[in-house]
């Protein structure tokens, strides 16, 4: 994973340090390596240097949790779209769902925002609405998630709440309480998933095959 964590950051902040390190690494890719990728392009993926220029190029859609759901939901019901997994408000969409967005309907990565806290850490800022979290992904066609992360919840008392809430026990996070417990600022962070970067800019469609040492069965 590629881990950043930004001191003074909001979640805007945080979607907007992802999109532009995701696209500064493919633009780096793409100036150093241009004879790989045409090489790629021309045994792997066949556009993938043109599919790299669009997206280094186009702003990341970005759609809240919710939004996206209704989508998925509209889509089942007029039977437009068949999914092997239940979409429903409060469920962790499944990769199928992610690719449905990015690859169907917005035809890109896109930033997926405003999660359910449920079905999220309890260390994400909880927001306005007691419902969801400040937490964000970058979905991507034919990967999925490639990013993910959240503005995180800086307030103890909130923090001890949310420990409750998610029945995990609070002497186990003494070093984590304690972080706060002396006073911090608001902060953001995401990792980013280094083997799925590589087949994002490879075209590479399974992730064992770039991965250094991958484990099979046996």
């Known amino acids: 994973m590629i881990e950043p964590e930004l001191a003074f950051a909001t979640l805007e902040d945080n979607m907007a340090c992802a999109e532009d390190y995701l696209k500064f690494c493919l633009q780096y890719v793409m100036t150093n390596n241009l004879e790989e990728l045409k090489f790629f392009d021309q045994f792997v993926e066949k556009g993938l240097v043109d599919r790299l220029k669009h997206v280094i190029e186009t702003p990341f859609k970005r759609v809240t949790y919710t939004e996206a759901v209704a989508i998925l939901e509209d889509l089942m019901k007029s ?10 408000w409060g469920v962790d969409l499944s990769s199928e769902h992610e690719k449905h967005l990015t690859e169907k309907i917005f035809n ?41 992360g ?7 008392e909130l923090l001890d709440k949310r420990i409750e809430e998610c029945k995990l026990e609070k002497e186990a996070y ?12 608001p902060h953001c962070g995401f990792g980013l998933g280094f083997e799925r970067l590589v087949m994002m800019a490879t075209g590479i469609e399974n992730i064992r095959d770039v991965i250094p040492f991958p484990r099979a069965p046996g």
């Open 79 to 88: 039977k437009k779209a068949k999914f092997e997994n239940k979409v429903y």
């Open 108 to 148: 890109g990565p896109i930033i997926l925002y405003n999660y359910p806290k449920d079905i999220k850490a309890f260390y994400m800022k909880l927001n306005s609405d007691n419902k969801t979290v400040q937490a964000m992904d970058v979905l991507v066609p034919r990967i999925g998630e490639i990013i993910g």
């Open 150 to 156: 959240s503005a995180r919840e800086e307030n103890l």
């Open 174 to 185: 003494w070093w984590y309480r304690q972080l706060r417990e002396y006073g911090t600022v």
